[in-house]
């Protein structure tokens, strides 16, 4: 298999990637996953390491000097190196488990508290202005939660119905029900049990959020009304997010990225909904006019 090849297997499909990763931080994660594909480090021992870095991120902006800002800036972009790395590696060696995908989402989730809490911490120290400072911090984290949310939904969506890669959101949830069934009755697993536990609320929760639907409907013609609009979710994606950040951190002016999160972000994040729900809508009355 050419190196090629094998990169695209690494990936969950090129076209539901986000651009930044595909063209930065995929690449580098794969040169990495290569370097270590002989060896019996595990995907999971990877995702520990990348929280160790998100935290890390988070401590870092609360010192709120510039040279923080960079550090912080270099230990986020590690995190998310190590962040693909993970899953590159677990669909190279196809050892990929239940837990460590629900690993890998909580690490995101982690990263993510502590890098706004730590820059709610800096900006109050920046402008002496509490009230403000996280008011815009939390304004701008739940903005963000929101949009990543969103889009992973219909990327998931996306790698379902086009590749057949994913569950349902319905299949994912009963899934999991019946593994933290089964873990109710073995002792220990605690860990286990509390990251189950807090990934069925979460996807509980997305459920709900989202008005998930199931469609009867070929391939070809969901990626025909869906690839553009997914390519453009993908710049309110995670990643986007962290590399606008970091180059307002090297700017030294956090506070452009908390703003420009909370206008241009969910400006775009209103946009893509309802046109999203527009191309819902029709596939679903396309489904009932055929039946």
Request: hydrophobic fraction near 45%; aromatic fraction near 12%.
């Amino acid at each position: 298999m050419s190196l090629s090849s094998e990169f695209k297997q690494s990936l969950k499909t090129v076209d539901s990637e986000e651009i930044i990763d595909l063209i930065i931080f995929r690449p580098i994660s794969f040169v990495l996953v290569k370097l270590i594909y002989s060896t019996n480090i595990t995907p999971n021992q990877i995702s520990i390491v990348a929280l160790m870095f998100g935290v890390l991120t988070g401590i870092l902006y609360g010192y709120g000097t510039h040279l923080a800002f960079i550090l912080a800036s270099a230990s986020f972009f590690i995190c998310n190196t190590l962040d693909c790395m993970d899953g590159q590696l677990a669909r190279l060696k196809k050892n990929g488990t239940k837990i460590g995908r629900v690993i890998d989402g909580f690490i995101d989730y982690i990263t993510s508290i502590s890098v706004f809490i730590g820059i709610g911490i800096a900006l109050t120290s920046i402008t002496g202005d509490a009230l403000y400072s996280w008011l815009l911090t939390v304004t701008a984290g739940i903005s963000k939660a929101l949009q990543n949310m969103f889009f992973d939904h219909y990327r998931n969506m996306y790698l379902e119905y086009v590749y057949h890669k994913t569950s349902s959101l319905g299949e994912e949830i009963e899934e999991y029900s019946e593994e933290m069934e089964r873990l109710k009755n073995v002792k220990g697993h605690h860990i286990e049990k509390l990251l189950i536990s807090l990934y069925l609320a979460y996807s509980n929760f997305q459920k709900n959020s989202t008005n998930h639907v199931q469609l009867d409907i070929t391939p070809e013609q969901y990626k025909s009304d869906n690839k553009l609009l997914l390519r453009l979710w993908s710049w309110i994606g995670s990643t986007t997010h962290m590399v606008v950040l970091i180059i307002f951190s090297v700017m030294n002016h956090i506070d452009y990225y908390l703003i420009v999160t909370v206008t241009l972000g969910n400006f775009i994040f209103i946009v893509l909904l309802i046109w999203q729900k527009a191309v819902l809508k029709r596939e679903t009355s396309n489904v009932k006019r055929e039946t």
